[in-house]
């Protein structure tokens, strides 16, 4: 009613139902939209285009706002709290996902949840309880459950880690019932349309959902198998699965970190997140047993949804390694030489395979084209290791002149700082670009033609006009695809499809 009042331009129909995609389904219960989260207060205010980017924008500004709170609580001074917080909120996993406003607005909560849980078994005040319930509803709100279910998972997980006397604090629970209860608005009609929809028998069309062992690289050289911004990515999958990148200079302080504090519960914490998502994203026997079970969300989701818990974990570990110097203690060369050997151990390999390409070709069972082409994707990884190896080197030689003159080490962690924020904006600008909004849903003859016939339904070939342009230009198909939909429409367009 407030909303009416003071917009009173509005039509006032609450947005239960999608009537453009599949002869009409659910948009309220839709957990890719988030109408009840509450940056979509913006499109009240501004222009969907200045609305959406204002959405954009929120999600690595309050993840790294969170995380900083949480290294505060942990008692980590302000500078070594900011390097954990620009890590969380600009590594990879928060800055490959910001397009979508549901993913990386979900996991920015984590570190937030982490640090009422711990406030509350500390102090048993009812008021850190209730906040706790609150950002959980509030996590749910954001709409990509997987993520609320990870979440939960490490909640427990930080649990069992601090505290020894279970029954004495399960009393949380109570506040972890009260934060679902508080989603019930939303989350029993999400519950409701999952139950009929076809995530039940959806499954990956091709392709596998794990992790590749070999994407290890991406901690170091994130455009190893290239960049979709760049048009050569070669990797397995594509690169919203492949990277878990978070700065080469947040991977050389975690090693720090795990080395100088490793007694610390909230260290082994992170360690054992970064180890656990790990083994859960790569295919092994466990992971393949797990995600059989349907337990993460079905059999058409992938892993990679786990890499914010790896940037956590690497976010953590690396503020602790950065706190070594700022507590004017030499830091230690081995983690920049093991990095160094990673970055050089893989151009060795790369130069080695390309010098059997080029002059082994006829013990080799490859066509010229597919050799010419292997020899494209060795020249692309090769060309990407340098940025890397430039940057570890700068790395090292900035632990060693700090090691060797104590009064230039007060200097080393805002150094650190800034190369880490060249590192990350570099990655995070090259795959998320700007443009004018005379690019967003523009005119095009097909959209004209299209507006003379309001009340007809239309199907239409993908590479001609996608369906995430649908619904702007007010056009309707029965046709679609949404993460939940109702099975029924699916059963139906199967059988239109197979013209039986």
């Not at 989260?37 to 969170?66: D, E």
């Not at 100088?260 to 047993?289: D, H, R, T």
């Not at 650190?416 to 998320?432: A, D, M, S, V």
């Not at 007809?456 to 342009?469: L, Q, T, W």
Request: overall charge positive.
């Amino acid at each position: 009613l407030l909303v009416l009042l003071l917009y009173p331009h509005l039509e006032g129909e609450f947005p239960l139902w999608n009537p453009n995609m599949f002869g009409g389904y659910p948009l309220f219960a839709n957990v890719q939209a988030g109408l009840l989260f509450p940056t979509m207060i913006f499109y009240l205010l501004f222009s969907s285009p200045i609305a959406w980017t204002l959405q954009v924008m929120s999600q690595p500004l309050l993840a790294s706002l969170f995380m900083y709170l949480l290294l505060r609580h942990l008692n980590l001074n302000q500078v070594p709290s900011v390097f954990g917080s620009i890590v969380y909120g600009f590594g990879g996993s928060t800055i490959l996902w910001i397009q979508w406003n549901t993913q990386a607005a979900t996991s920015m909560f984590f570190p937030l949840l982490i640090l009422l849980e711990d406030k509350y078994l500390i102090s048993k005040q009812f008021k850190w309880g209730v906040l706790l319930s609150i950002f959980l509803a509030l996590q749910i709100f954001a709409g990509y459950l997987p993520i609320v279910l990870f979440t939960l998972v490490g909640m427990g997980i930080w649990f069992l880690f601090r505290y020894n006397r279970l029954l004495l604090n399960l009393k949380i629970l109570f506040f972890i019932v009260l934060g679902l209860s508080l989603s019930a608005i939303f989350l029993l009609p999400v519950i409701e349309l999952i139950l009929i929809s076809q995530r039940a028998v959806e499954t990956l069309n091709g392709g596998s959902p794990f992790f590749a062992p070999e994407n290890l690289i991406n901690l170091v050289a994130p455009d190893f198998f290239g960049n979709p911004a760049t048009g050569n990515f070669w990797g397995k999958g594509d690169n919203m699965d492949a990277t878990i990148y978070a700065g080469a200079t947040t991977l050389i302080f975690s090693l720090i970190g795990l080395k100088q504090f490793f007694g610390k519960i909230e260290i082994k914490f992170a360690f054992f997140m970064f180890i656990a998502a790990l083994v859960i994203s790569i295919s092994n026997p466990l992971s393949v047993f797990l995600y059989n079970l349907g337990i993460w969300g079905g059999q058409s989701i992938t892993m990679n949804r786990l890499n914010f818990l790896i940037n956590f974990s690497l976010a953590l570990l690396g503020a602790y390694g950065l706190s070594a110097i700022k507590n004017n203690t030499k830091s230690n060369l081995k983690p920049s030489i093991w990095a160094l050997s990673a970055i050089l151990g893989a151009g060795l390999g790369l130069f080695i395979n390309k010098f059997l390409l080029q002059n082994t070709l006829d013990s080799i069972q490859l066509s010229v084209n597919d050799i010419n082409i292997a020899l494209m994707h060795i020249d692309i990884s090769l060309r990407n290791l340098i940025l890397p190896l430039f940057i570890i080197i700068t790395i090292s030689l900035v632990i060693i002149i700090s090691n060797r003159f104590k009064h230039l080490r007060v200097f080393a962690p805002v150094i650190f700082i800034c190369i880490l924020l060249f590192e990350l904006f570099r990655f995070g600008l090259k795959f998320n670009t700007f443009s004018t909004t005379d690019f967003l849903y523009p005119e095009t003859p097909i959209s004209k033609y299209l507006e003379n016939y309001p009340n007809d339904r239309f199907i239409a070939e993908k590479d001609i006009f996608p369906a995430n342009m649908w619904i702007p230009y007010r056009v309707s198909s029965i046709q679609g695809y949404d993460g939940i939909y109702p099975f029924n429409i699916a059963k139906l367009l199967a059988v239109i499809d197979s013209n039986n």
